[in-house]
């Protein structure tokens, strides 16, 4: 049974400007600074502002001010040690300002993400919500009914922290092309995925600029199971150098190339994304772009904690750095035999 929620939820500008049926810039400008309305307008706005709780609407203050709040973390699998991660720092997040931690998969389903979505916005505080598949029509929509923030994904009008793994991306390609490799695959993600779409563009505009011939190959379930599948996609294609959605795709494919005799670096240089804890240890160890998931749940989780105490929140968008760490698993391109 999901918590119910402890707080009433907080009246937004948007809920006053439906009720007075003005919008919502106007009831902003009203509150913030009266003297750029009529008094007719600053009188209809405060009057119905005070009838529906918003100068109310932060949380009690006091001790108890954050306790036995719920807030909770909807991710899309739990087969990525990534998400691991973001699970982790979220945690820790929410229960050092003492609020009850839920988590939720959606399985990388739009439709499942959308139905508890729907069930949390009606019982829980707040929402940090990893990597969604859903629409931003649908996003919205959740935004205005409780609290929420976004990790790996912007949305106009909500908060998010987003890794700048397209850029890392992008430094591994021209690794790769300084490695002498000149065609080089891109193994996708999820086809719903953002940082996935986020990425291949930012590929597609650096290799323009490049000596390279970028090879985007399938969409790909997060999966070693799946890595299998890609590596074999990845050796009909021709590439010498591949890039991998996340590290256990990309670990996966190494298994693979194992099995049929593919040698890594010396036939085929892989590059993961994540740096998950198994690409240290894999055989070879593997090369990946460097993204920290637990400072991205904690960072998304203190943004959400921070709308329930801001009087007029603001959604803002924190960036995270990404790199590339190199290791065993490129090498230069072999010679043609």
């Known amino acids: 049974m999901i918590p119910e929620r402890r707080f009433t939820r907080r009246v937004n500008l948007t809920d006053i400007a439906r009720a007075c049926g003005v919008a919502p810039s106007t009831v902003s400008r009203a509150l913030s600074n009266p003297g750029r309305v009529s008094a007719a307008m600053y009188e209809l706005i405060s009057t119905k502002a005070v009838e529906m709780g918003y100068a109310s609407a932060t949380l009690p203050q006091g001790p108890e001010r954050r306790a036995r709040g719920t807030i909770a973390l909807v991710v899309p699998n739990l087969v990525n040690p990534f998400v691991h991660d973001l699970i982790r720092g979220s945690q820790a997040q929410a229960q050092a300002a003492g609020f009850l931690f839920l988590l939720v998969n959606t399985e990388e389903s739009a439709h499942v993400e ?36 976004i990790i790996n994904r912007e949305v106009p009008g909500i908060s998010s ?16 092309a300084s490695l002498g490799h000149r065609r080089i695959a891109y193994v996708r993600g ?6 996935d779409h986020a990425r291949i563009t930012a590929l597609e505009a650096a290799v323009k600029e490049m000596e390279v011939e970028l090879l985007p190959i399938g969409a790909f379930h997060p999966s070693l199971s799946a890595g299998a599948a890609a590596a074999d996609a990845v050796a009909l294609s021709g590439a010498t150098g591949a890039l991998f959605f996340n590290d256990t795709l990309a670990i996966g494919a190494m298994m693979r190339f194992r099995q049929r005799g593919v040698d890594v670096p010396e036939k085929i240089s892989v590059v993961g994304c994540d740096d998950i804890a198994a690409a240290e240890t894999s055989s070879p160890p593997l090369t990946t772009v460097t993204a920290s998931g637990e400072r ?7 943004l959400l904690i921070g709308q329930f105490t801001a009087r007029t929140p603001r959604p803002r968008t924190e960036r995270l750095a ?3 760490t190199v290791r065993d698993s490129t090498g230069p391109v072999a010679a043609a035999e």
């Open 114 to 149: 959308l139905n508890w979505l729907k069930e949390l916005s009606k019982t829980v505080d707040g929402v940090v919500l990893a990597s969604p598949r859903g629409s931003e029509t649908t996003l919205r929509s959740i935004g205005d009914a409780t609290p929420l923030t």
């Open 161 to 176: 922290v987003v890794i700048d793994t397209p850029s890392s991306s992008v430094e591994a390609l021209h690794y790769l």
């Open 190 to 195: 999820p086809q719903s995925s953002w940082t």
């Open 296 to 302: 991205a749940g904690r960072a998304a989780t203190e």
């Open 322 to 324: 990404a790199h590339l």
